[in-house]
């Protein structure tokens, strides 16, 4: 995601008489959190990034303004002041006239209901209109193209929402059931999809690590465990506390079954969070590391800064190469382990039966 901001800057940092270290860890984590403004790009001191608004409640009142007024975190504004950053996640605080943070009785900062719209929350909002407008541009050309064969955008579409609907939902669930949750499938697979493939877009409005945010993987995942939850027949809840083919002192003398049922319902939605999470989080800072490794060298030596270079610039290529694999890839085990967990919590005892017979 740097790349290019990277081969831009690398001889002016290297010949800069600045030997001061790079902090690696606040670097790489700093881009790859959220954020109260959407950076562009620097150009010396000078930084450029987009302002987003920040939505505070605190004592019953409600302040909304834009993150510029806080200069980049330098000045505070209303009593309010951000802080923290890299590493350390960024947040926003009250203050007093001083600028000095306020504490309550129990030494703990006082801060407001923060209801801003973060770089994370924006990006999320350009993505989904962006796709409605990409899905709505498809409708269209279904309607005009209906009898002949799919050109451009709307091949891709079909192809992407065939593989879903014929590959993953309907051998799952089979037809009566894939009527009912394709729709939320396929949303899920196109925006985890979407997101990923943005997050791997240097410049506005890509660049942003989406999926890589654990609160926006763990809203999915939750939507997904309850979906899952309040679609479960009766056989999935007596298969749960009543385990067939299992001891009854397992079940209601030594409840060990019904325990070990009941956790691993709870894990699955962990499970999804967790693997998306990490799997995105992991190629951005593995990116960021090889370009970070220039500056690191460069401070020692600026020939050896240059011969790294090559290398970081050579493998950051090929891991984001890598990562619009890894973009699908994400999407689709999503999806199809959405599907597996709501169709066994839909699994009727008929199914059973004639998948054993087959």
Partial sequence: MMLFAVLSCTAKSFASDDKAPIDAGNLIIGHITDSYSWHICSIGEKHISIPLPVILIHD??????????FHHGHESYKGYKIVGGGITKERIVCVDKQGNIILDADGKEVAPIDLSITKTAASIIISTILLIVIFMSVRRSCLKTKGKAPKGLQSLIEILVLFIKDQVVYPIMGEKRTDKYLPYILTLFFFIFFCNIMGLIPFFPGGVNVTGNICVTAVLAIITFLITT???NKHYWKDIFNTPGVPWWLKWGIPIMPIVEFVGMLTKPFVLCVRLFANM???HIVILGFITLIFIFGNMSPGLGYGVSVVSVLFSVFISALECLVCFIQAYVFAMLTTLYIGMATEEHNEEHKIEKA
């Fill in 281 to 283: 989080t992991a190629g």
């Fill in 230 to 232: 309040f679609s479960g």
């Fill in 60 to 69: 019953g009142k409600l302040d909304i303004f834009m993150s510029s007024k």
